[in-house]
């Protein structure tokens, strides 16, 4: 079975550009987030949906939004991107809305030139 | 504020020995404690996790013990091998709020030396 797949796989910017970024779940799970890891440190959480609708936030700017679709999959938008928002971003499945295990697609590394 | 940390930093083990890494949290209201491993370039991967009503949980070589009283909770491998080296990060989360978003430490980079 397939698992979580982000795409694209490396992605360069420049200050003040807007960025999409896209993430297929598990087949049959419903709920996907999305974490910003930083080099050196642990993923942090941006977002998560459940049956289209947001279900938290992390501490992140209005910059940044994201929106689940009717076949589950999601896109994270970051608009007026700063040198600060390179990182790898990471996407993550689970069954349901609560509960765990959460699982990790291998990312998309966002540069900022 | 980190809500999990993490020591130590880096660790250096032998093939064959033990690695320990321990993690501590705050958040009384923190009901389950994953285990994650992650190679370079590639997303973390989970490796086991536990909840707070047992105090330990081995899969294979790798066990998890968990000190409810103390917040406190690690990772032992053991018969430490090349290829678990790697980056590991322990997490936490509050699942029975309705949300299931991960608390991450900020990891363990282990090297195994032949």
């Known amino acids: 079975d397939a698992g979580v797949t982000q795409s694209p796989t490396h992605l360069i910017k420049t200050r003040g550009q807007q960025v999409t970024l896209r993430c297929s779940p598990i087949?049959?799970?419903?709920?996907v987030s999305w974490y910003q890891q930083v080099l050196g440190q642990g993923p942090q959480f941006i977002f998560q949906?459940?049956?289209?609708?947001?279900?938290g936030r992390g501490n992140f700017p209005d910059r940044f939004s994201a929106r689940q679709f009717p076949n589950y999959s999601s896109e994270l938008n970051v608009n007026a991107l700063l040198l600060g928002d390179s990182a790898l971003y990471l996407c993550?499945?689970?069954?349901?809305?609560?509960?765990?295990?959460?699982?990790f697609g291998d990312g998309t590394r966002l540069s900022i030139l | 504020q980190q809500q999990v940390k993490q020591s130590p930093q880096s660790l250096i083990v032998q093939k064959g020995g033990i690695s320990i890494i321990n993690c501590a949290y705050e958040n009384t209201a923190f009901d389950y404690f994953p285990w994650y491993q992650q190679f370079p370039g590639k997303g973390p991967a989970l490796l086991i996790a536990i909840r707070p009503d047992v105090s330990e949980k081995k899969e294979g070589r790798f066990t998890i013990s968990f000190n409810k009283s103390a917040k406190q909770f690690s990772l032992h491998i053991m018969d430490s091998q090349p290829g678990d080296s790697a980056t590991y990060f322990c997490?936490?989360?509050?699942?029975?709020?309705?949300?299931?978003?991960?608390?991450f430490g900020t990891g363990t980079r282990l090297t195994v030396i032949p």
């Open positions: 949906y459940y049956e289209k609708e947001e279900r």
């Open positions: 087949s049959g799970h419903k709920s």
């Open positions: 997490a936490a989360s509050r699942d029975q709020t309705g949300a299931n978003n991960l608390f």
């Open positions: 993550a499945s689970s069954p349901t809305g609560e509960g765990q295990p959460q699982h």
